[in-house]
């Protein structure tokens, strides 16, 4: 089956850094990517949707600036959590769509911590 | 907001099978009904989705209401491997740059050995 391989799985940073986290689709064209994050015992949260080529679609409340999403080709998106404090430390999850009736197919996530 | 309401949690016995229901009233004639799950640590796992007719595969299967106001997805024999956090979402099949998927709370679903 389709699959998306996201890493790093786990990243520890320093408070100030920047951390890129990659999310690739390893056997098919991914035009719409999502972003999401997710707190312990709670529900995935869509930070942005990305189309191939075109600017990231943020949610309301997401900073754009530190979140900085680039989706330059039909396999690969990264988003990158800038100027990282403690409080951006969540589990980052993305998920890859061909078309729109198709199903999702999802990263692994990724722990970030920022101490 | 999420367009999909599910019970918080469910239990049931090993062996046995499971119906996890979803409502989702607010339906438009073009949102496919999704299923995903999840477990501790991981990202989600698809499941199946359906737009009007039943569906079957080798996980499960997609009973939709005839109005697609509501879906169950059944596990026709539950292992303690089906333990997990199960969404149900709704994703609009046009093709348009305002393709979101919003997720809600889900059911965590419980085993029982």
């Known amino acids: 089956g389709a699959v998306v391989s996201q890493h790093p799985s786990r990243v520890i940073c320093k408070s100030g850094t920047s951390v890129k986290i990659e999310c690739r689709s390893l056997?098919?064209?991914?035009?719409?990517m999502f972003w999401y994050r997710q707190f312990p015992k709670q529900s995935l949260m869509l930070m942005a949707t990305s189309n191939e080529g075109s600017k990231a679609t943020y949610e309301q409340g997401v900073e754009k600036d530190k979140f900085l999403i680039n989706h330059a080709s039909l396999t690969l998106s990264t988003l990158t959590v800038t100027s990282a404090h403690p409080e951006d430390s969540s589990f980052y999850i993305c998920s890859a769509s061909g078309q729109t009736n198709s199903p999702l197919h999802f990263g692994n996530g990724t722990r970030l911590t920022v101490t | 907001d999420a367009k999909t309401t599910q019970p918080n949690s469910m239990e049931s016995n090993e062996e046995e099978p499971v119906h996890l229901p979803c409502n989702h009233s607010t339906i438009s004639g073009t949102d496919y009904i999704h299923w995903y799950r999840q477990l501790p640590s991981q990202g989600p796992e698809y499941v199946i989705h359906g737009l009007t007719s039943n569906v079957n595969n080798r996980m499960a299967s997609l009973a939709i209401a005839e109005d697609r106001k509501s879906s169950t997805l059944i596990l026709h024999r539950a292992t303690l491997r089906d333990a997990a956090v199960y969404y149900c979402i709704l994703r609009d099949s046009l093709m348009n740059r305002d393709d979101k998927i919003i997720f809600g709370k889900g059911t965590r679903l419980h085993i029982l050995p």
């Open positions: 056997d098919f064209q991914a035009t719409t």
